[in-house]
């Protein structure tokens, strides 16, 4: 049975789904988007999710469609008509159709609105348990990494490099350090426990889930450094992770072939994302 997905303002089935091939976010990835968590048919960090769309569309001067309470009944609908107990829901804006130019056009140019499901495991994963292998790569892309855009090509590029290196994700790197990885921000923690963590700046994602375990830190009462950390730190340090909505808490075990720690999650990897799972379960909308 196909998907039920939203296509401005329509729920209609994925293969009836349709936009124009002049829209904005198919020809110059004029778009922003968001993902947000299900579970237990409920959303997590669904307000801060939406306050992040709020700000990438207001950095980019585009309009928001709908309202906030709008897109909270179009998730719960979608996973109403898609029976999704746990997953994930993708939100898509762009700026609307309208011919081909590098200016914007008119402001009264509707906004392009998608939304659909995908159905897979969050809580519970074998990666979360066995942990991943990371490589590195020179960090290409543009330099509003603080804008969540569809500009997402650089990223899939590294990806696809990870795979070929045998590894599952890639981890970038400026001149200052590691910034994030493809999809998620990066953790290493020290043999003192401390968490080191990039600072924000337009230099990385502000990651929703990122917010949330750093408050899961906080209540631990553990160490954290919001700064820059360099390769060679990482590949010395007893526990790596990275936070994402699609990963919550992920732990890292390997780093272009270095072994991190034991090789395995380590227990404070383990205790933030027992805890973070529990507080989105308690606290999903």
Same mark, same amino acid.
């Given at each position: 049975?196909?998907?039920? !997905?939203?296509? $401005?303002g329509e729920y209609?089935?994925?293969? #009836? ?30 307000? &801060?999710h939406m306050e992040?769309?709020? /700000? ?7 309009? #928001?469609?709908?309202?906030? =309470? ?13 029976? !999704? ?6 939100? &898509?804006?762009?700026?609307?159709? %309208? =011919? ?14 998608? @939304?659909?499901? #995908?159905?897979?495991? !969050? ?16 960090? +290409? ?21 990870? +795979? ?9 790197? =400026?001149? &200052? ?7 998620? $921000? %990066? ?29 899961? !830190?906080?209540?631990?009462? @553990?160490?954290?450094?919001?700064? %820059? ?42 205790? @933030?994302?027992?805890?973070?799972? &529990?507080?989105? /379960?308690?606290n999903a909308e």
């Amino acid at each position: 049975m196909s998907r039920t !997905v939203f296509v $401005n303002g329509e729920y209609v089935a994925e293969e #009836q789904a349709h936009i124009s091939v002049f829209d904005r976010g198919f020809l110059f990835a004029d778009a922003v988007y968001e993902v947000t968590a299900v579970l237990n048919r409920k959303l997590v960090d669904f307000t &801060q999710h939406m306050e992040r769309l709020d /700000r990438s569309l207001s950095e980019l001067a585009m309009a #928001q469609p709908v309202s906030t =309470d709008e897109l909270r009944a179009i998730h719960h609908e979608l996973i109403a008509r898609n029976d !999704v107990d746990e997953g994930l829901i993708y939100l &898509q804006i762009s700026r609307g159709a %309208a =011919d081909r130019d590098f200016a914007f056009p008119d402001e009264d140019t509707e906004p392009t609105l998608v @939304l659909f499901t #995908q159905v897979r495991a !969050v809580a519970d994963t074998p990666a979360a348990r066995t942990g991943i292998r990371v490589i590195t790569v020179p960090d +290409k892309r543009w330099g509003r990494r603080d804008i969540k855009t569809v500009q997402l090509l650089y990223p899939s590029l590294a990806k696809m490099e990870a +795979k070929r290196a045998g590894a599952d994700d890639a981890w970038m790197v =400026d001149e &200052q350090g590691i910034t994030e990885g493809t999809s998620n $921000n %990066a953790y290493i923690v020290l043999a003192d426990g401390r968490i080191i963590t990039r600072q924000l700046s337009h230099d990385i994602l502000p990651g929703i889930t990122r917010r949330s375990v750093l408050r899961c !830190v906080n209540d631990m009462q @553990l160490t954290l450094e919001e700064r %820059a950390f360099s390769l060679d730190e990482a590949r010395s340090a007893t526990e790596a992770f990275f936070t994402s909505a699609t990963g919550f808490v992920m732990p890292v075990v390997e780093i272009d072939g270095h072994t991190i720690g034991h090789g395995k999650p380590g227990p404070i990897t383990n205790r @933030l994302r027992e805890i973070y799972i &529990q507080d989105a /379960r308690d606290n999903a909308e």
